[in-house]
């Protein structure tokens, strides 16, 4: 199963941007989703995170407040809203599907991947 990020490029800070989630042959409706993000030489990091069916969603400190992720059941496709972004927000960022329902932090634990998106934030 492949999923595929959209929405990235340069950016200046204090932009809003969306980052688009869609999944080929498979919607995710019963899937818990994330997004992550990682710089060069640092692990992969937790962005934030939605179960489904509701509106629960987990962030990270360093996104919380800024950030916003949400998914659209029916077209099959999750979202992450980043408002306010901060030249530290700069790193490619990626969304994953778990095999199922219960929301992590833990990237070890998402069994599907994108093929990530760059997002560079410019002072």
């Known amino acids: 199963v492949q999923l595929q990020a959209f929405g990235g490029g340069s950016v200046q800070a204090g932009d809003s941007p969306r980052l688009s989630c869609a999944a080929a042959?498979?919607?995710?409706?019963?899937?818990?989703m994330g997004w992550f993000r990682q710089v060069p030489g640092k692990e992969r990091e937790f962005v934030a995170a939605i179960g489904w069916g509701g509106p629960s969603a987990y962030y990270s400190d360093s996104v919380k407040g800024r950030f916003t992720i949400s998914r659209d059941i029916p077209k099959g496709t999750v979202y992450l809203q980043m408002n306010s972004l901060k030249p530290e927000d700069t790193a490619v960022y990626y969304c994953?599907?778990?095999?199922?329902?219960?929301?992590?932090?833990?990237?070890?634990?998402?069994?599907?991947w994108g093929q990530g998106t760059q997002v560079t934030v410019s002072s």
């Open positions: 042959r498979r919607t995710f409706s019963n899937n818990a």
């Open positions: 994953a599907g778990r095999r199922d329902a219960k929301i992590s932090m833990d990237a070890g634990t998402y069994t599907y």
